[in-house]
T-cell receptor
Framework: GNSVTQMEGPVTLSEEAFLTINCTYT??????LFWYVQYPGEGLQLLLK?????DKGSNKGFEATYRKETTSFHLEKGSVQVSDSAVYFC??????????FGTGTSLTVIP | DTAVSQTPKYLVTQMGNDKSIKCEQN?????MYWYKQDSKKFLKIMFS???????INETVPNRFSPKSPDKAHLNLHINSLELGDSAVYFC??????????????FGDGTRLSIL
């Protein structure tokens, strides 16, 4: 079946630290992969996406590369800010009508 | 303009009551969803409709009944509310899949609290 596994949080980092949130997936075909971000009190927003192997999605300084050989889509940012504090969700979409979400990783960035 | 809007934003009610949550999207998408997010932020799909037709119906108590009067609206009615129904409910929409690359757009959520 299809599933997404994210590293467990919470993650606490100091401002300007390097961020990695691990995400691996299981899928029977070639899914599209997404990272969503949820700020406190809000809904999920698309952060970035990749639709095929070796694609790199990027937005707001965040990056993730679709690695088919390791079935991974790890989220990275070189220098986090306090405003990046949020919950991050990795997701895959196989048919486009059904999405599989990871359990979310809470990130807190302290000044 | 809000793309996916849910009402109400907050809902506080007594156990045993019946309540509805409304969702509307102005993106022209064909598919709409309801998710439940618990206190640990775990997101669980409940229902999905494509052009008013139910396509995903996860294991959800039959006290929950979705209704889609048209493809821009997907409402959620809950009968006989229980304490365990307390959560944040998110509506989302996405375009018709002609590939797997179209992301979902989410509303801001409805925070349901059962007393």
């Amino acid at each position: 079946g299809n599933s997404v596994t994210q590293m467990e949080g919470p993650v606490t980092l100091s401002e300007e630290a390097f961020l990695t949130i691990n995400c691996t997936y299981t899928a029977t075909g070639y899914p599209s992969l997404f990272w969503y971000v949820q700020y406190p009190g809000e809904g999920l927003q698309l952060l970035l996406k990749a639709t095929k192997a070796d694609d790199k999605g990027s937005n707001k300084g965040f990056e993730a590369t679709y690695r088919k050989e390791t079935t991974s889509f790890h989220l990275e940012k070189g220098s986090v800010q306090v405003s990046d504090s949020a919950v991050y969700f990795c997701a895959l979409s196989y048919t486009g009508n059904q999405f599989y979400f990871g359990t979310g990783t809470s990130l807190t960035v302290i000044p | 303009d809000t793309a996916v809007s849910q009402t109400p934003k907050y809902l506080v009610t007594q156990m045993g009551n019946d309540k509805s949550i409304k969702c509307e999207q102005n993106l022209g998408h064909d598919t709409m969803y309801w998710y439940k997010q618990d206190s640990k932020k775990f997101l669980k799909i409940m229902f999905s409709y494509n052009n008013k037709e139910l396509i995903i119906n996860e294991t959800v108590p039959n006290r929950f009944s979705p209704k889609s009067p048209d493809k821009a609206h997907l409402n959620l009615h809950i009968n006989s509310l229980e304490l365990g129904d307390s959560a944040v409910y998110f509506c989302a929409s996405s375009p018709t899949a002609r590939g797997a690359s179209q992301p979902q757009h989410f509303g801001d959520g409805t925070r349901l609290s059962i007393l």
